[in-house]
């Protein structure tokens, strides 16, 4: 039943596939499909995997865990334009419960709150790229990158979507003639073409980001961090590190190691961390953490007493006794 419910999901399912996903030999899997076909399923080889006919699972019938697994995933995209959708999911995936685990369920969730900072971005701009990326459609769109001033067109063909804290489409720049990364909520406007592209052969949204500390790419370097008791503790408590390994040392602090792609998106992260991070190769990253720590010095030894009790002044006014 496992076998039908993945090929009914995706076209992509062949017999090394199905080997690998279930722990057995293709020669296993040659002979599940005959009993599935000699059963009635009607199930084909099309050349790229295996597929059904017709829909053969109608319905999913979920157990308790996984119901209350997906309600909870549920709660992370509570957004007022999508709130009628919201309620429907949930309306459905409740009805998969029997009425006492249903009461317990709706009382759980009531009682958890899972806040989802970043907005999904379902606008627009969203739903045609989505499209034009399953249909390999050309976009135009105005977008504003970080370092400009104002917005400008660009002609894309938007080759994948990827969520890192926020949406980015991963897309050809037809003006940089280069794969990019835009991210959503600095397209002010886009509209189709009316084109067609074909993506590069064997180009992977996946694969061009591996390796990447946030979005930014980059030559992939060594990195060797050093981080305080306080600092390790934190990262520890956190998902694993990215792209790398963290080592305890024994008096409390940890050394993490690894290779990334991006180092000035990891310099602003460890800033965060003060002096409980200490940056041990390569150079240039090291040498990013020093001058921002110079910048910074300059900046609040510019702060003098007089300056901030002018602007207290200036914002507040002046104080009258007894206020």
């Not at 000699?38 to 996984?66: C, D, K, M, R, W």
């Not at 104002?150 to 720049?173: H, K, M, N, Q």
């Amino acid at each position: 039943m496992e076998m039908v419910t993945l090929v009914q999901s995706s076209d992509s399912w062949g017999p090394r596939q199905l080997a690998g996903h279930f722990g057995i030999s293709q020669r296993r899997i040659y002979q599940d499909i005959r009993e599935l076909g000699a059963a009635g399923v009607p199930i084909v080889y099309t050349g790229a995997g295996y597929s059904v006919e017709q829909a053969f699972l109608p319905a999913l019938n979920l157990t308790p865990e996984e119901t209350l697994l997906l309600l909870s995933a549920v709660q992370c995209v509570r957004e007022k334009s999508r709130k009628a959708i919201h309620e429907r999911v949930e309306a459905k995936l409740l009805s998969c419960l029997a009425p006492p685990v249903r009461r317990l369920a709706k009382q759980s969730l009531e009682r958890i709150d899972v806040p989802f900072t970043t907005p999904l971005e379902h606008n627009e701009a969203f739903e045609l790229i989505h499209g034009a990326v399953a249909e390999r459609r050309r976009v135009v769109i105005e977008y504003r990158s970080v370092s400009a001033d104002d917005y400008r067109e660009r002609t894309i063909d938007p080759l994948g979507l990827s969520f890192r804290r926020s949406w980015y489409v991963v897309a050809f720049c037809h003006r940089r003639r280069e794969v990019r990364t835009f991210k959503l909520n600095r397209v002010r406007s886009c509209r189709l073409t009316g084109e067609s592209f074909e993506p590069p052969a064997g180009f992977s949204v996946k694969e061009y980001l591996a390796g990447r500390w946030g979005i930014f790419g980059g030559e992939e370097r060594e990195v060797v961090i050093r981080f305080g008791p306080i600092a390790a503790r934190l990262i520890e408590d956190g998902p694993p590190p990215k792209n790398g390994a963290l080592m305890q040392l024994s008096d409390g602090s940890a050394i993490f190691r690894g290779k990334v792609k991006g180092l000035q998106e990891l310099g602003w992260w460890l800033m965060k961390y003060g002096e409980q991070a200490e940056v041990i190769r390569p150079p240039e990253l090291r040498e990013q953490v020093i001058e921002t720590i110079r910048r910074m010095a300059a900046l609040y030894k510019l702060a003098r007493p007089e300056m901030i009790a002018a602007e207290e002044e200036a914002e507040y006014g002046a104080r009258k006794p007894g206020d």
